[in-house]
């Protein structure tokens, strides 16, 4: 998985050089996050690109077509066919979040990915955010998720950071201060 996530690091730092020198970073990144979330939803899109036994030309042009469909740039284009060509399609995902990350990055924000027993209320949403954002000195943008396996709380991620406000983790601290003694 680590290897995985170090090529697409790689893809996506070369097409996010190329659209930053072009002043077109953001647009970019939706065109490319909107033609990825069509190949993952279609399985016979998927199936096609990520079949070993089409050849690499036709994979391109196929990744290419679909992204011209969409209306993407050129760059996006040439992207999404290049990635097509060498085999990697099934990486996009990957790409489209280390994208993410670099024009994260470049805005000065963070991206913190929520998961809550119940929907936070806007209230909630506003304070978890500012709390996150005096923390770590950026902007947060939250994505939330509803969990129903938690008991109850939040877990909230942010890169490597872990807040654990969940009613599962306190009780797992707790249990752990009770087995020491």
Same mark, same amino acid.
């Given at each position: 998985m680590r290897a995985r996530e170090a090529t697409a690091r790689r893809y996506a730092k070369a097409v996010y050089e190329l659209a930053r020198e072009s002043g077109d970073a953001d647009a970019v990144g939706r065109e490319i996050a909107q033609v990825v979330a069509i190949v993952t939803n279609d399985a016979a899109v998927r199936d096609v690109l990520t079949r070993p036994w089409i050849k690499p030309d036709? !994979?391109?042009a196929i990744a290419a077509a679909i992204a011209q469909k969409a209306g993407a740039r050129? +760059? +996006?284009?040439?992207?999404v066919g290049l +990635? =097509?060509?060498? #085999? !990697?399609?099934?990486?996009l995902p990957e790409i489209v979040t280390a994208y993410q990350a670099l024009l994260d990055a470049e805005h000065g924000q =963070?991206? =913190?990915?929520?998961? $809550?027993?119940?929907a936070l209320t806007d209230k909630e949403k506003q304070e @978890? $955010?500012?709390r996150l954002e005096r923390a770590l000195g950026k902007r947060i943008l939250l994505q939330e998720r509803v969990d129903g396996t938690l008991l /109850? /709380?939040?877990? =909230?991620?942010? #890169? $490597? @950071?872990? @807040?654990d406000g969940s009613l599962d983790g306190q009780l797992a601290r707790l249990r752990q201060r009770l087995a020491r003694g």
């Open positions: 036709d !994979r391109r050129k +760059v +996006v284009q040439d992207f +990635v =097509a060509e060498r #085999g !990697r399609a099934d990486h =963070a991206r =913190a990915q929520v998961r $809550s027993a119940v @978890l $955010s500012a /109850g /709380g939040f877990i =909230a991620q942010v #890169g $490597s @950071l872990i @807040l």
